[in-house]
């Protein structure tokens, strides 16, 4: 059975870099049809999706935060990252990796699977 | 980019109520629309993909439907645990969420 497992920094001061890892067991980063993605909640909000990398390595980004993430994938440790450059208290939020499935020429059927999520807060 | 914007923001209903939730994209998606429900302190729970496709283990009062840019989740004969915040999502370019619906029992 596919799990997900967030890990990383849980307090990251303003204007630093955010750094988390998501750990995939019970199926590998590199299966055709799938995308990795990440998404956040902050406090009391709805849901923000942050971007994807798929099986091939392409990386899809919500724009309004494309400047300053990157997604990657280590097909070594079966395991994918997310890097969010220049925090501030506005990227304070429960952040989530998901597989999406069904994925094809940039499309998808929904996000099945899902990390139980983990805490950033952006404070000095 | 492709907003999504659902309505009610939030919704009170009794047992058994029939629930609908309205999901308006802002250019057409096809059927690329999938709903989530979530629980205070959990993950989102994938419901319902491409718009109608019940996932397995979803409870057959809950359905989808429409297509282009204009959806709906209802909720047929409401439960105790179906009280949670209900969101809808594109996946037809990029990815997007509605801000969610939060329905009371």
């Known amino acids: 059975q596919l799990q997900l497992q967030e890990s990383g920094s849980g307090l990251v001061k303003p204007s630093k870099t955010l750094s988390l890892t998501c750990a995939v067991a019970?199926?590998?980063?590199?299966?055709?049809?799938?995308?990795w993605n990440w998404v956040r909640q902050p406090p009391g909000k709805g849901l923000e999706w942050i971007g994807c990398i798929s099986h091939t390595g392409s990386t899809y980004y919500n724009p309004s935060l494309k400047s300053r993430v990157t997604i990657s994938v280590d097909k070594s440790m079966n395991q994918f990252s997310l890097r969010l450059t220049s925090v501030t208290a506005a990227d304070t939020a429960v952040y989530y990796c998901a597989r999406e499935g069904g994925f094809r020429y940039g499309r998808g059927d929904g996000m099945d699977v899902w990390g139980q999520g983990t805490t950033v807060t952006v404070s000095s | 980019d492709i907003q999504m914007t659902q309505s009610p923001s939030s919704l009170s209903a009794s047992v058994g109520d029939r629930v609908t939730i309205t999901c308006r994209a802002s250019q057409n998606i096809s059927n690329y629309l999938n709903w989530y429900q979530q629980k205070p302190g959990k993950a989102p729970y994938l419901m319902i993909s491409a718009a109608s496709t019940l996932e397995s283990g979803v409870p057959s009062r809950f359905s989808g439907s429409g297509s282009g840019a204009d959806f709906t989740l209802s909720i047929g004969s409401l439960q105790p645990e179906d009280s949670a915040t209900y969101y809808c999502?594109?996946?037809?370019?990029?990815?997007?969420f509605g801000q969610g619906t939060k329905v009371e029992i």
């Open positions: 019970g199926d590998s980063v590199s299966s055709e049809g799938y995308s």
């Open positions: 999502q594109q996946s037809y370019s990029l990815r997007a």
